[in-house]
């Protein structure tokens, strides 16, 4: 019995975390370039409507993604346009990202409140899945969820060994440098910033394909908000990122065991303890000032004007 209920709360962590990470982890790459994206909320919300009526439509969940992550990239070139070329404040189109997102999902879904929409399938390795506790929780999660983590591990190995990662960290520390070199600062942005919304797009699919499969208003319940936390207050380390995204998740998932005990704990402290968690937990972490510094993108929210 204390096996299956551990078994069971450590898939739901696992499940809980993935929307985080994705879009944490293209937020992490969008700000190593020297962007501050606030949009993520709006990018999530896109993706998740645009995945969930592409499934619905076709009956195919991998439709969906594809569908979901066109929709996250199509707002992130909005924002690119917006700040890298027409030169607006990057907080407030952030902002203005967010907001457009919540009424466009909240528009486009009206038709589909309460539709059930395929999901996406679970992994099942014969024998291998069927191990206690590993098997379910390493083995039996859906592609999502190992995509997540294999783009975290990618993005850290890009970021730190190779020629890309150096030039992205450089346009992001000293974008006037990196131009005088021949870098072009503008298209190495929007490169960015289309994967982060891309990344963002599949974290907003997964709310509405794997995670609740059903179409609700704000699927997404500040997630991308968190993501964009998670991503500061770990000091833009990666591995930070993994820790907090599954401390969120644990968090969750214990408020939900808490209340299923019966314990008088009033519900709107249990709602928010997994956002107050993750944030006292993160807070701790970047402590560390002189990581901070160190690791924080000299140019992050500073505009750049091309000179001739």
Same mark, same amino acid.
């Given at each position: 019995m204390m096996l299956h209920l551990i078994t069971s709360f450590l898939v739901s962590v696992m499940a809980a975390s993935t929307p985080l990470l994705l879009a944490a982890t293209g937020e992490l790459v969008v700000e190593k370039s020297g962007v501050l994206n606030l949009g993520v909320e709006g990018m999530m919300l896109a993706g998740a409507?645009? $995945?969930?009526? =592409?499934?619905?439509? +076709? @009956?195919?969940?991998? +439709?969906g993604l594809v569908a979901a992550l066109f929709a996250g990239i199509a707002l992130s070139l909005m924002f690119g346009v917006l700040t890298l /070329?027409?030169?607006?404040?990057? /907080?407030? /189109?952030?902002?203005?990202?967010?907001?457009? @997102?919540? $009424?466009?999902?909240?528009?486009l879904g009206a038709g589909y409140v309460g539709i059930a929409a395929p999901t996406l399938t679970k992994l099942h390795i014969p024998l291998l899945s069927d191990i206690p506790l590993l098997g379910p929780v390493f083995l039996g999660q859906d592609v999502l969820v190992y995509f997540a983590l294999a783009m975290l591990a990618a993005v850290t190995w890009v970021i730190r060994n190779t020629h890309a990662g150096l030039v992205l960290r450089a346009v992001g520390d000293q974008h006037e440098a990196a131009h005088s070199l021949g870098y072009r600062v503008v298209p190495i942005r929007y490169a960015a910033i289309a994967f982060g919304g891309a990344m963002a797009g599949l974290a907003g699919a997964y709310m509405s394909l794997a995670y609740t499969p059903?179409?609700?208003?704000?699927? /997404?319940? $500040?997630?991308?908000? *968190?993501? *964009?936390?998670? *991503? +500061?207050?770990?000091?833009?380390?990666?591995?930070w990122l993994l820790i907090g995204a599954w401390l969120f998740g644990a968090l969750m998932y214990l =408020?939900?065991? &808490?209340?299923? +005990? @019966?314990?008088? &704990?009033?519900t709107p402290l249990l709602s928010a303890l997994p956002y107050l968690g993750t944030v006292v937990m993160l807070v701790f972490i970047s402590r560390d000032k002189r990581r901070i510094r160190l690791n924080r993108p000299a140019m992050l929210g500073r505009q750049f004007s091309p000179r001739v």
């Amino acid at each position: 019995m204390m096996l299956h209920l551990i078994t069971s709360f450590l898939v739901s962590v696992m499940a809980a975390s993935t929307p985080l990470l994705l879009a944490a982890t293209g937020e992490l790459v969008v700000e190593k370039s020297g962007v501050l994206n606030l949009g993520v909320e709006g990018m999530m919300l896109a993706g998740a409507i645009a $995945g969930f009526a =592409a499934a619905h439509a +076709t @009956g195919s969940p991998m +439709t969906g993604l594809v569908a979901a992550l066109f929709a996250g990239i199509a707002l992130s070139l909005m924002f690119g346009v917006l700040t890298l /070329t027409l030169q607006a404040n990057q /907080t407030a /189109t952030g902002l203005a990202l967010t907001i457009f @997102g919540r $009424g466009f999902s909240a528009l486009l879904g009206a038709g589909y409140v309460g539709i059930a929409a395929p999901t996406l399938t679970k992994l099942h390795i014969p024998l291998l899945s069927d191990i206690p506790l590993l098997g379910p929780v390493f083995l039996g999660q859906d592609v999502l969820v190992y995509f997540a983590l294999a783009m975290l591990a990618a993005v850290t190995w890009v970021i730190r060994n190779t020629h890309a990662g150096l030039v992205l960290r450089a346009v992001g520390d000293q974008h006037e440098a990196a131009h005088s070199l021949g870098y072009r600062v503008v298209p190495i942005r929007y490169a960015a910033i289309a994967f982060g919304g891309a990344m963002a797009g599949l974290a907003g699919a997964y709310m509405s394909l794997a995670y609740t499969p059903l179409w609700a208003q704000d699927l /997404t319940a $500040g997630r991308g908000w *968190v993501a *964009v936390a998670l *991503v +500061t207050f770990a000091a833009w380390r990666p591995f930070w990122l993994l820790i907090g995204a599954w401390l969120f998740g644990a968090l969750m998932y214990l =408020a939900l065991y &808490v209340q299923a +005990t @019966g314990l008088h &704990v009033p519900t709107p402290l249990l709602s928010a303890l997994p956002y107050l968690g993750t944030v006292v937990m993160l807070v701790f972490i970047s402590r560390d000032k002189r990581r901070i510094r160190l690791n924080r993108p000299a140019m992050l929210g500073r505009q750049f004007s091309p000179r001739v």
